[in-house]
């Protein structure tokens, strides 16, 4: 293709969350071939999952995946469960929105200004690895137990890969476009909001497909630590009560519910840059 | 429409990493006018600093020493009246956006004209330059000769005085340059903007212009400038074998593949 | 809102019936609990309305234990917590000023009681000198399990330095030790009564009864500032909670009591019948609590003496 040689190094040279997904390049009938093989090796877990809780694991922790499907239609449990992801779901969206917002609009002034990038990356890299349960106790005391601490753990899961990634995107924005949009005269406001955003929106999805899966597990983890709603208070109540079918019925569900927001947020990411892959290809 | 404007260079030096051992002078004293309405080219050999002396004339560079002046103004940014055309399409076009959507990037913020309006005034020049059929494409699914098209339709829509042209036609094959000839020396003919453009395609440069400046290798300067005299319209078979295109062509390429003898 | 409606509706009720005024105005106070058995007369107290009879309103909220509810406490993001004696001795040593305002949970009087340290039946662990050397779990360390562990340990016989004690949560410790990956563990209720009704352990010692009898483990805390403002609405809290402790004495094993109990552990019924739950007690005796504190200035979780009187309110003391 003629522009392939000029256009390659507009293209970010990493894509971290690609191999974490799996996604497979090739197209046309390789990719149904491996999505079938796909299937069938998870169906094999599910056997094995199976026949090692009928026939070698013998513990009240490991029910048969068979029970866990019983539980999950008996009467009542299916309904509870709704409202459990429905409650869960509304805390991690709410913080995905909060903390991409916010890491949107950081990254974009750490990538547009070095004053701010020399000051700031120091605290992002000391408070970047910070685990969720070491961050709990300190926001306990400056925002309670409910909500506002829980979405804020989320926000700031969801933080950090966002805004490392469209600072990365926002510094790899061809000059070329730049200087177009000065050459017209377009003020700084414009430039952003018409050539830079979109321009590291290969970037950003990057960083919020990362989060999006990490914003889940978070938001499991606080209600695990606090408050009597969603699915790590289910998980935690069902595993005291010594109910693990039921617990298990919530944790194939949020395996579930990770695929299904995975498969949304990439469904949105190949509209939204059709043009960046299509590019690619 | 307005007219072209004049564009003066006086004493304009440049040197990358000044005061440092790695410092390299590009352009030493270039001084340069360039008449309202006048077809210019600059021609040099490869790496001399064509892009540099283009960039500091448009106002997106800082030059070390002297002044640029477009119609009497001292350029300290880039200026309202002037657009670029830059070599690399594909880094100039938004590939996000379709092809009148780039076209309409130009006027932006421009006026208060309402979207429809915006898209009318900006399908004049997608008719110009032929690609009125591809106003709702990517410019990614057209091909090299058609973004290059889509740039120069934006770069029109802006309704420029002065055209800065930065070899805008060097990545597209041999047949579709001659098109592209064909197009930008009608759309000047019909709307006598100032044109500036820089080419190292001696060709190129007799066909377009009026008046061309040989610039030397680095630190570069100009050497001279040549009134070509060849009538208008150009035509991209006859004028070619005029005696005096071939008589500039040699002597073009004489003194830029030997530029010593010339400085000297 | 919703508060607000109810309160006008209380209030609308009232101006018809001449209710006591207590009832027109609920103040309302946020627990943090651990949905365990042991908080059964608080969830009865809620449930049979004895907390609206003293004007109170009780929102829940569910920790997983002293960890966060403590601190909660500390931030004032709830009013009272549910926790154990260790927690919040630890808490008050460190001059947060937590004061104990009502009793909870005791371990039983004797053995078979509701914890327990475990192995497999062919382990031939059966005193604290079987466990040297070995590897034993507990739910978290420098807590109250932890604590009599170790004393267990030692008054059996061992030397509790030499145990390796793991942190293992309680729904896995049969796991751990079924997988080797553990010597013995400090079980309590329900996986204790599930782990030996099934024969996967056996019990090696009761700590709690080896040392004491009837030791106050769980309690109900608040700080000092906050007993110091609002003296009548814990003494009404208290009124209200001891109801809901003569109501869970009395009727303990019933059809109601189950449901209730079940109702917030989730705890399947069946299961529920083949616990053995002791009494709920109204007082903790200062001389019942003071060994406890003993314990840990031993094992160094105080630096210095603590009485333990200077952690109970009045409230909770003997009249």
Redesign the interface.
């Known amino acids: 293709m003629v522009m392939q040689s000029t256009s390659d190094d507009t293209l970010p040279p990493t894509r971290p969350a690609d191999a974490a997904r799996g996604r497979v390049p090739a197209l046309g009938a390789r990719v149904g071939q491996s999505r079938w093989t796909g299937l069938l090796l998870v169906l094999a877990l599910l056997g094995l999952w199976e026949l090692s809780a009928r026939f070698w694991v013998?513990?009240?922790?490991w029910p048969p995946f068979s029970r866990v499907v019983m539980a999950l239609f008996e009467e009542g449990t299916g309904r509870e469960l709704f409202f459990v992801f429905a409650a869960s779901l509304r805390l991690m969206l709410t913080g995905f929105v909060i903390g991409a917002g916010l890491g949107i609009a950081l990254g974009v002034a750490i990538g547009l200004n070095r004053f701010l990038r020399e000051m700031l990356s120091p605290m992002v890299e000391l408070l970047r690895p910070l685990p969720v349960p070491g961050l709990?106790?300190p926001l306990?005391?400056?925002l309670?137990?409910?909500a506002a601490m829980k979405g804020t753990v989320v926000a700031f899961a969801v933080l950090f890969p966002v805004l490392i990634n469209t600072a990365q995107g926002v510094r790899a924005v061809e000059p070329t476009l730049l200087d177009t949009a000065r050459t017209f005269r377009h003020g700084r406001a414009r430039s952003i909001l018409a050539v830079i955003l979109p321009a590291s929106l290969p970037y950003i999805f990057s960083g919020l497909r990362i989060s999006l899966a990490l914003a889940l597990i978070v938001t499991v983890v606080a209600e695990?630590?606090?408050?009597?709603t969603g699915i790590g208070?289910y998980l935690?109540?069902?595993?005291?009560?010594?109910?693990s079918a039921e617990m298990y019925a919530a944790v194939v569900l949020l395996a579930v519910t990770g695929y299904a927001l995975n498969f949304i947020i990439v469904s949105v990411e190949r509209r939204v840059l059709r043009w960046y892959f299509a590019q690619q290809d | 429409m307005q007219d072209g404007c004049t564009l003066a260079l006086d004493g304009v030096t440049k040197s990358f990493s000044q005061g440092r051992p790695e410092e390299m002078m590009a352009l030493a004293d270039i001084s340069l006018d360039v008449a309202a309405g006048e077809f210019l080219t600059v021609v040099g050999p490869s790496g001399c600093g064509k892009s540099t002396f283009l960039q500091i004339a448009a106002g997106l560079m800082e030059a070390t020493g002297g002044a640029v002046a477009l119609d009497g103004r001292p350029v300290d940014g880039p200026p309202g009246g002037l657009v670029y055309l830059f070599q690399q399409y594909t880094r100039s076009l938004l590939p996000w956006r379709t092809v009148i959507r780039n076209v309409e990037f130009a006027v932006e913020g421009r006026g208060r004209a309402s979207r429809r309006e915006r898209r009318e005034f900006c399908m004049e020049f997608l008719e110009m330059v032929g690609l009125a059929d591809f106003a709702d494409r990517y410019p990614w699914q057209l091909s090299g000769g058609m973004q290059q098209r889509v740039a120069i339709a934006r770069a029109l829509a802006a309704e420029p005085r002065i055209l800065l042209l930065d070899e805008p036609f060097s990545s597209v094959d041999a047949l579709t340059r001659m098109e592209l000839h064909d197009m930008i020396l009608k759309l000047w003919e019909d709307r006598r903007f100032t044109a500036l453009l820089v080419t190292h395609d001696v060709d190129e440069a007799v066909m377009l212009s009026d008046r061309i400046a040989v610039l030397s290798s680095r630190p570069s300067r100009i050497v001279e400038t040549i009134e070509t005299g060849l009538p208008r319209p150009r035509d991209r078979i006859t004028t070619p074998e005029l005696p005096r295109f071939l008589e500039l062509r040699h002597y073009l390429l004489e003194s830029l593949t030997k530029p010593k003898d010339h400085a000297a | 809102m919703r508060q607000f409606a109810k309160s006008a509706f209380i209030a609308a009720a009232a101006a018809l019936t001449a209710l006591p005024a207590a009832a027109q105005d609920l103040t309302t106070l946020r627990v943090?609990i651990i949905?365990?058995i042991d908080i059964a007369p608080l969830q009865i107290a809620m449930t049979k309305g004895f907390f609206e009879e003293e004007g109170i309103e009780i929102d829940?909220?569910?920790?997983?234990g002293g960890?966060?509810g403590l601190?909660?406490l500390?931030?004032?993001?709830?009013d009272v917590t549910f926790s154990n004696s260790v927690s919040i001795a630890l808490g008050a040593a460190q001059g947060l000023g937590f004061k104990v305002i009502a009793a909870g949970s005791f371990t039983g009087k004797e053995a078979p009681d509701i914890a327990a340290i475990v192995a497999k039946p062919d382990a031939g662990i059966k005193t604290g000198a079987d466990l040297d050397g070995k590897k034993l779990a507990v739910n978290t360390r420098n807590n109250v399990i932890w604590l009599y562990a170790n004393a267990w340990v030692d008054a059996t016989g061992g030397d509790s330095s030499s145990v390796t004690y793991l942190e293992v949560?309680?729904?896995?410790m049969?796991?751990a030790i079924?997988g080797g990956q553990v010597d013995a563990a400090f079980l309590v209720d329900?996986?204790l009564n599930?782990g030996v009704s099934?024969g996967a352990v056996e019990v090696a010692g009761y700590p709690y009864n080896t040392i004491q009898s009837e030791i106050p483990i769980g309690m109900y805390a608040v700080t000092e500032d906050f007993l110091a403002d609002n003296p009548d609405v814990v003494d009404s809290f208290v009124t209200a909670y001891n109801k809901g402790v003569d109501w869970a004495n009395d009727n303990a094993g019933s059809d109601e009591w189950n449901e209730i109990v079940s109702g917030y552990?989730?705890?399947?019924a069946e299961?529920l019948a083949g616990l053995d739950i002791p009494p709920f007690h109204k007082v903790v005796d200062p001389e019942a609590l003071q060994p406890t504190m003993d314990l840990m200035l031993k094992y160094g979780l105080l630096r210095e003496e603590m009485e333990a009187s200077s952690i109970l309110a009045d409230s909770v003391l003997a009249k």
């Open positions: 013998d513990s009240a922790n709990v106790p306990i005391l400056l309670g137990i409910d695990m630590i606090a408050g009597g208070y935690m109540t069902m595993q005291y009560a010594m109910r | 943090s949905p365990i829940t909220t569910p920790t997983a960890a966060v601190p909660a500390a931030s004032g993001a709830v949560p309680f729904p896995q049969l796991d079924d329900p996986f599930a099934g552990t989730r705890l399947p299961r």
